[in-house]
């Protein structure tokens, strides 16, 4: 009985020291892996920058512009300067040619340098037209009358619309014809009103030089002085007028008097199609307010094809001639 206690008491302690064994390696196991990966760590420090993506393809690259560069005159290649897959650049040489007949390359040259000025003065008026294409009041006053609608095709020197000034009173007065001589359109003008004893300064806006024949065998030649109305002065009111400029001063042959209010006629300097319409009938426009806009394919595309044809000649005086370089 005694033996059999013992051998219990043995088994006990084995098992007990089998089991502390266990948990002590195990535990000496994690320690030293935790320890590992600590040892293993590095730290790094982050910056804020760009992504970049990159994508390969293949494909093939067109140019934006594509020109033909032809000689304008006769001759033998002398020298070629480029070769082809050069990069070049506007103006520059290409080829140098020889000709025995010097003064015909010369005339020629002073043609395409002609032909390169009268496409400019034709580029400076097809750009002048384009400013066109936006139709303004000349004057301030009072749409009496608007012509046109959107989407009317008009030509140049079509009516669009009719203003009325409100704003100024127009006096018709007769001058001689040395004073008219004299005197030009912008001079300042003095009058004074015998009905309601007022003085005003104003400017001459027309002269007429068709002699009328006044009382006493003398001729007078019409002039137009503009004055602002103030909202007194009625059609038919007299009015006493004098010029003054660098020449002197010249006081009218008789009493003018203020005619009707003036009315403006506002045309298109252009043809095309109508953009939009800006003004209303009836409603008063200051002077430079848009009235219309007019759209024109033709004077862009001529635009296009004038400085594709400029283009074209200068390139063709990029040649040396003889020794010369023509540029």
Known sequence: MKIKKIKVLTTVLIVAGAAFAFIYFRQKATVSSAN?????????????????????????????DKRSVKSE???????????????VKANQVLISLKSDTSDDVSTKLNDINLNIEKLQRELNELYENRENL???????????DVKIETGDNINSGSSIATIKDTD???????????????????????????????????????????PVQMGGGIFGYLVTVKIRNPGGFSVGDLAQVSI?????????????????????????????????????????????????????????????????????????TGITLLGKTYL
């Open 73 to 87: 005159i006769d001759g033998t290649v002398d020298t070629v300067y480029v070769t082809e897959g050069d990069s």
């Open 244 to 316: 003054s400029n660098l020449q002197g001063t010249y006081q009218a042959i008789e009493n003018g008097t203020i005619i009707d209010v003036m009315e403006k006629d506002v045309t298109s300097k252009v043809s095309g199609k109508i953009k939009s319409v800006d003004a209303k009938k009836g409603l008063y426009i200051k002077n430079g307010d848009i009235i219309a806009a007019i759209e024109s394919s033709d004077i862009e595309f001529e635009i296009a094809v004038k400085l594709d044809h400029q283009q074209q000649k200068t390139c063709s």
């Open 168 to 210: 100024n009173s127009y006096i018709e007065v007769y001058f001689t014809k040395e004073q008219y001589e004299n005197i030009s359109v912008g001079d300042t003008a003095s009058v004074f009103m015998p009905k309601s004893f007022e003085t005003c300064e104003g400017s001459i806006t027309e002269k007429n030089s068709t």
């Open 36 to 64: 590992e990966v600590s040892s293993n760590e590095v730290q790094h420090t982050v910056a804020r920058g760009d992504i970049t993506i990159s994508v390969s393809e293949s494909g093939t690259v067109n140019p934006v």
């Open 134 to 144: 936006n139709i303004y009041s000349p004057i301030s006053g009072i749409l009496s």
